[in-house]
């Protein structure tokens, strides 16, 4: 960061996802460099990750709060318990009303059960309607979701759960309650959730933040709307730079991922230790008119990120990349890096979504926390395919930076750096 601002360091980590819960998991399954956790039968023919057998009453312990839930809303609310614990400040009341909250969440989850009730009441009442009823029968199909709405949706459901709950409930069972922000956004989300966090700390606006955001990749409305996108791979399972042509897409990954950001100074005087130095976020939103149109926009974040950073010089530089496996970002993407490349940069890409799935609004908080865990490890994970695409990287990183290329508009770079 530049001289007058603040460092700003990482010092709790909650990590939800296919491969289980906490940083040691999620380490251990990217040094195997095994297979991704997959069901390829449940959503045929589209593969996710999904999220194991989780006992969320370990974070969220009232059974009322649980209830109220759906499942994307479970899965941020334990990430972010995970987060404040690994942090040392849960249940430090004083402290947690001081501390802010930046989330990234989508559109709310809809209750399809219910859905599918309502569908089917109409079908069948039009089913059974003859000729001599077509007079006022939509007055009659519309008192049907009526009859059926109030006994079957949580008083705080409505049709789709809003996307501000998330941080309403993190508010309520953690008792985080400082400044509170919601972005929506898709992946671009949790790029501005992060960059808003790192700037209002650098900056003395706040001085410990909990950010971070969720997916619940197991949902049958998203999967339909991001296949109307033709955005989804089909059949089988490939990891994502292997993902060319007709066979490319993203797999849908659950996944939760909080961090907490917190002023140097802020840290050290009540002892807490760093995961890492967050050391700058830059975005961009390209209207992607035309091919190279958003590799020249992460060209540009870069060239930012290197001026406000001041540490981005050509030599090694490992990358955990945020690429989709979607034709025409990745592809940008892959242009981008290859020019870094061209330019001195000793580069050693990994695609975490290959072993995690793609969790779009959490995807970029996720990026964050790896780069934390393996900046804190000194070790970064072998190769993750055998495109080509990612090479091995022989010692420790010193520096890692963090790609959140949006699978339709947004691109988004950090850089993650040992806390000195």
Known sequence: MTGEREEVWITGLGLVSSVG???????????????????EERFAPYPV????????????????????????????TYAAGLALEDAGIKGEEALLSRTGLIVAAGSGERD?????????????????????????????????PNE??????????????????????????????????????????????????????????????????????????????????????????APVWERQGAHSGFVMGS????????????????????????????????RRAGEGEAAQSAREQFARLARETRDLAPGPLPVLSGASGTRDATREERAFLEDLGRENFDLAVRAFGSALGHGVEA???????????????????????????????????ERILVTGFGHWRGEGLALVEPAM
């Not at 569908?119 to 039009?126: D, K, R, V």
């Not at 908080?365 to 804190?376: E, I």
């Open 21 to 39: 819960e906490g940083g040691e998991a999620h380490l251990a399954h990217l040094a195997r460099g095994g297979p991704p956790v997959l069901d």
């Open 49 to 76: 990750h999904p999220l194991p057998e989780i006992d969320f009453s370990r974070q969220i312990p009232k059974r009322g709060d649980l209830r109220q839930m759906e499942a994307w809303q479970r899965i941020g």
């Open 112 to 144: 399809t059960r219910t859905d599918q009730m309502v569908l089917e009441a109409i079908a069948g009442e039009s089913a059974g309607a003859d000729d001599s009823d077509s007079e006022g029968g939509g007055a009659a199909k519309a008192i049907l």
């Open 148 to 237: 059926i709405l109030p006994s079957e949706l949580r008083p705080t459901l409505f049709l789709a759960q809003l996307s501000n709950l998330l941080a309403g409930n993190i508010s309520i069972v953690h008792k985080v309650t400082g400044s509170s922000r919601t972005f929506m956004g898709e992946e671009m989300a949790g790029v501005a959730a992060a960059e808003i966090a790192l700037k209002r700390i650098g900056h003395g606006q706040d001085r410990i933040i909990l950010v971070g955001g969720a997916c619940n990749g197991e949902r049958e409305d998203m999967l339909l709307i991001f296949e109307l996108g033709h955005n989804l791979l089909r059949g089988a399972f």
């Open 255 to 286: 996944q939760g991922a909080f961090l907490v950001l917190e002023a140097r100074s802020h840290a050290e005087a009540r002892g807490a230790k760093p995961y890492a130095r967050l050391s700058g976020v830059t975005s961009g939103r390209c």
């Open 363 to 397: 995807h970029f908080p996720m990026g964050l926390a790896l780069a934390a865990l393996l900046t804190r490890e000194g070790a970064f994970p072998p190769p993750l395919d055998e495109s080509g695409m990612e090479r091995p990287l022989s010692g420790a990183p």
